[in-house]
């Protein structure tokens, strides 16, 4: 009973027998009223038909004695009729009855008036002198006597008797319509409804089997694809996009895991190696400080110096990086030329690139717009791509720094370097946190993260990062600012 289509097919037959009863309901009631409608219409003009036999008043009172004989003789024809004389107030003043148990003194004179008025042609219920609070079908006509009102003459058309039998024979009718035609419509219909549903909700049973086996760990499990627009449908392909998107998050995160080994391995190797040397050269300078010469403690004190700059620098990218991807590193948004950005930037690594032979040339428009930038996290951008147009280019390289305006009134910036370029298959993950490009090429030194720093520093600007790469002879980075 947990499953849904049992729930399903249980709220379906509940559904069933209420509309199974209120059919019974409606239609016992709709025949009760035919039937009586039938009556009133049939014996409408009984009333009529008795005052021309004979006139129930005599010199202004009750004939007692003819209307006795009338009345006895109608009701010998048809036992279902009660005859009440009423005069004009509606006060029954005589009557026939055939148990004389009589309750009310008097009857409503609006429904008797609207019947004569209409001439019986409409249906309309009286009040039932036996039963007060009750209505029935009946026959009613005005009696006068010298243009004067009388009375009227009032004749229900169900008896006790009859309705004692009308009772009895609709108990049947309920009875043989149960029985005969509404049990059996249920029961085929139910069936029918099982069939239907079981049909109806196969699409849903396999979306629940499917996403078991993907509970239970089959990651691959699916629901078969459907081009139909039902909710089910929808339901299905929205299940197999979010099962392909989980995937895919695990496949990222098995990723990003394996990157995050890669880096405590890089970080813990940066962090060993200058603190092995500066470690070394430092019992070094304490066991032999004596016995050295100066130009050989000026060595000493360089290198302990150099490998401390790379802890520095390796601690604030960490840092920088962390402030940036969690929203919290602060932006000064301020006016500023970057032509002269660049300018210092490419005097910084004119020294380091002229120890590899490389040459720093730079197209820079004249008129540069003012841009609308952080100038020292643009800076850091500048730097960090420099920095590493340096470290790939080879030694003889070339590296070109480029910035034009754009149409939309910003500055576009580009800087190139010659070398062997980048594979296709990696462009998209170079902007990766951790991630390197020929990590075991000599001379080439760094964690990863300066990319990663440039990334977000733009996109913070709203800017984006571009790469080009011919995978053989150039590698150009490239972005926007806007003013």
Wanted: aromatic share 8%; charged share 25%.
């Amino acid at each position: 009973m947990k499953s849904l289509y049992w729930r399903i097919s249980l709220s379906f037959f509940v559904v069933l027998l209420i509309v199974g009863f209120s059919y019974i309901f409606i239609t016992a009631t709709t025949a009760q009223r035919y039937f009586q409608e039938t009556t009133q219409r049939l014996n409408a003009s009984v009333a009529d038909y008795l005052i021309k036999e004979v006139n129930p008043f005599q010199d202004g009172k009750v004939n007692e004695e003819a209307l006795g004989i009338i009345m006895h003789s109608m009701m010998a024809v048809n036992p279902g009729i009660e005859v009440y004389l009423l005069d004009p107030d509606g006060e029954i003043i005589s009557f026939v009855v055939l148990d004389q148990k009589v309750k009310l003194k008097r009857v409503e004179l609006e429904p008797i008036q609207k019947f004569i008025s209409e001439g019986g042609n409409n249906f309309i219920l009286g009040d039932d002198p036996r039963n007060p609070g009750q209505e029935s079908v009946f026959s009613a006509t005005s009696v006068f006597e010298d243009n004067q009102l009388l009375g009227y003459v009032y004749i229900t058309l169900a008896s006790e008797k009859y309705e004692t039998i009308a009772s009895s024979l609709l108990g049947s009718f309920w009875m043989q319509l149960t029985f005969n035609s509404i049990l059996i419509t249920l029961v085929v219909a139910f069936l029918i409804g099982l069939v239907l549903i079981s049909w109806l909700t196969r699409h849903l049973r396999e979306i629940v089997r499917t996403v078991e086996k993907f509970k239970d760990g089959d990651l691959k499990a699916r629901v078969s694809e459907s081009n139909s627009k039902s909710e089910l449908a929808v339901l299905g392909n929205t299940f197999n996009h979010m099962a392909d998107t989980i995937l895919n998050n695990i496949e990222e995160l098995k990723k990003v895991d394996s990157l995050r080994r890669e880096l405590i391995a890089n970080v813990s190797h940066d962090l060993r190696n200058p603190l092995a040397i500066i470690n070394g050269y430092i019992e070094t300078l304490q066991i032999k400080g004596e016995n050295l010469s100066k130009e050989e403690k000026e060595k000493y004190l360089k290198i302990i110096s150099d490998s401390t700059d790379r802890l520095t620098k390796l601690v604030a990218d960490l840092f920088d990086l962390s402030k940036l991807e969690s929203g919290q590193m602060h932006v000064k948004l301020e006016r500023l030329k970057v032509q002269e950005l660049l300018f210092d930037s490419a005097l910084k690594y004119e020294l380091l690139a002229q120890t590899k032979g490389i040459e720093i040339k730079s197209q820079i428009c004249q008129n540069l717009p003012i841009v609308k930038a952080d100038l020292s996290l643009i800076d850091r951008v500048i730097q960090n791509l420099l920095d590493n147009a340096v470290k790939y280019t080879p030694n003889q390289g070339e590296i070109l720094i480029d910035a034009c305006e754009v149409p939309n009134g910003g500055v576009c910036i580009k800087i190139r370097n010659s070398g062997n370029g980048i594979p296709q298959g990696e462009l998209q993950s170079l902007f990766d946190r951790y991630y390197m490009i020929d990590k075991n090429q000599q001379g080439v030194q760094g964690s990863g993260l300066g990319l990663a720093i440039v990334k977000h520093i733009l996109e913070i600007h709203g800017s984006e990062i571009k790469i080009h790469s011919d995978s053989k002879s150039f590698t150009e980075f490239e972005f926007e600012l806007a003013n």
